[in-house]
């Protein structure tokens, strides 16, 4: 699989039979706020529109099948990915099937891939903080069998435009000491959070270093990523991984 302008491949050492992609906003057929690639059916976008899109990127990315597309609700609910008549409430999928499509969509909010080191399980998550303070991470990994796992971080809202209140901080720093180190005063009673950070340190708990991306900023770049922060009315980017 080569990088075009429509697309983002991890830049991870993965099996070479585990392959996986983000989509970036553009090469599709959405108009106005959600042009051009949006594949979210929830965010007031032509269905038919929708449709098209998701069927450019099958076909863009050679997709084995249509993907297993969540109800995203900033839970932490990890599910098996299956072919279902309707996306099940969910914020992570993962299988051990070949042929199997994971699929997670953001617009700010972080997007982990996760895959065995030998190539047997892979994972999507869809990480806010919301599902970051819930747990959607460990619980994602205490569904695969093989701790032995690379993560990429893919394009979420960078550090310097990250403002949450308080709470959010008290929240995390209340759960582990270690979060302290991913917060930065901003004014009052405001933090600029960092959620790679907050990513890495939970994956670090769970004894995973082998992490890579997080070098993005969706809200900053305009050309290639949709931002909720930013506009409010917008598409949703995929991130999808999936295995031989």
Request: no cysteine.
């Given at each position: 699989m080569k990088t075009n302008s429509h697309w983002l491949q991890p830049d991870w050492p993965a099996p070479s039979n585990v392959h996986a992609?983000?989509?970036?906003r553009t090469g599709g057929v959405s108009q106005g706020d959600y042009a051009s690639l949006n594949l979210a059916a929830y965010v007031g976008d032509n269905p038919d529109l929708v449709s098209q899109n998701r069927q450019i990127i099958k076909t863009l990315?050679?997709?084995?099948?249509e993907p297993a597309w969540l109800n995203q609700t900033h839970s932490n609910r990890a599910v098996k990915a299956?072919?279902?008549?309707?996306?099940?409430?969910?914020?992570?999928?993962?299988?051990?099937?070949?042929g199997v499509v994971c699929a997670v969509l953001t617009a700010d909010c972080l997007p982990l891939l996760v895959c065995a080191?030998?190539?047997?399980?892979?994972?999507?998550i869809h990480a806010g903080w919301r599902g970051l303070l819930d747990g959607v991470i460990d619980n994602t990994i205490a569904a695969m069998q093989n701790r032995d796992a690379l993560v990429w971080l893919g394009p979420a809202i960078g550090r310097e435009r990250f403002e949450v209140g308080a709470e959010v901080r008290t929240a995390f720093v209340t759960k582990s000491a270690d979060y302290i180190a991913a917060f930065k005063k901003h004014s009052h009673n405001?933090?600029?959070?960092?959620?790679?950070?907050?990513?890495?340190?939970?994956?670090?708990?769970l004894g995973i270093s082998k992490v890579y991306g997080s070098n993005f900023c969706t809200v900053t770049d305009h050309e290639?990523?949709?931002?909720?922060?930013?506009?409010?009315?917008?598409?949703?980017?995929?991130?999808?991984?999936?295995?031989?």
């Open positions: 992609a983000m989509t970036l990315l050679n997709l084995p099948s299956t072919a279902m008549s309707s996306p099940p409430q969910a914020d992570a999928s993962y299988t051990d099937q070949p080191a030998n190539g047997t399980e892979i994972a999507a405001k933090w600029l959070a960092d959620i790679y950070q907050l990513a890495r340190l939970n994956l670090a708990a290639r990523f949709y931002s909720y922060r930013r506009d409010k009315d917008t598409g949703r980017m995929a991130t999808l991984i999936w295995r031989d």
